[in-house]
């Protein structure tokens, strides 16, 4: 039992209360006192309205891939790999760069596509081989920087920078950058480092390739390509679209292979060789002199991508014990 006195009326009033309090209930006062419950602090909400970890973090923690069959699981910017299998990081006619980021993974099917493309794409080209950028993490999932899309094992950057006749060192691989091959005004190809014959030929042999439903390049690298094609239409020039950066290297996009249901398909390339008024737009100064609105120190940092975001067999993904090396 607990007693509120008001202390308006004087001390005096207060302990003529608290002695007839304890006269009458007596002995036992005390006892009562420490018996009765407290009334329990309201538990802070904290909790409840703690940010979930974002995707991205989870999944750039995994080092190995699931066990599982091999499967791409959601859409190229939403999505996880499962089984993932990783590239060698030396090929005969290839080598992986910034091997610290462990990004040489992907689909069977991509890794089938890179072996075979490699020795292909250095013959059409005269050079030792290619090198490989970015793939996706060991389950796939959001990256941490770099690129929203690569998160199925399905994407693959390979750099416009022949390979070396030598093997490159670890160091080597994360301090070398690839060659820009672009003006600093983005309008044209850079003549100084633009190949025709060589470059061309590494775009078109990774466009010819069946299984590859998009080579993705800077907008002037396209608009160049299509000055050389003049009035001709080759197929493998519907595949090569336009898209932000990629002034360095080409982007590589396998379609959804056939043992991944749950794969989404990304909507068919048109039907035509995508120059002149289809290119406009990338040179607007929409594009190339964006305006940015300086940011409000008072609004929320943009929402994360969580693993509710993600097709449910993800977290599955992420739950599932590592294959480690040797495991079948």
Known sequence: MTFRVSTRFGLGFVRNVAVGVVLTLGPNAGAMAQSTPMPTAKPS?????????PAKTLFAAEKLPSLGKAMAIGYYPRGCLQ????????????????ISRNRMWGHPSLVQFLEKFAPLAARATGWHGVLIG??????GGPLPFGHLSHQIGLDVDIWFMPMPGHVLSDADREKISAIDLVS?????????????QADVAFIRTAAEQPEVERVLVNAAIKKEIC????????????????????NDHIHVRLRCPPDSPSCRK????????????????????RVLH????????????PRQITLADLPPACKTVLDEPPRLPGDN
């Open 45 to 53: 909400n904290a909790a409840e309205k703690a940010e979930p970890v």
């Open 83 to 98: 089984g993932g299998v990783a590239l060698p990081e030396t090929g005969p006619t290839w080598q992986v760069m910034r």
């Open 134 to 139: 970015d793939m996706a993490q060991p389950r």
């Open 184 to 196: 600093k005004d983005r309008l044209h190809v850079n003549p100084q480092t633009w190949q025709p």
């Open 227 to 246: 000055r050389m094609q003049g009035d001709k239409h080759p197929a493998w020039m519907d595949k090569l679209r336009p898209w932000y950066g990629h």
């Open 266 to 285: 990304q909507p068919p390339v048109p039907n035509d060789a995508g120059c002149g008024k289809a290119l406009d737009y990338w040179f607007s100064d």
């Open 290 to 301: 964006p305006k940015i609105k300086p940011r409000d120190p008072n609004a929320k940092p």
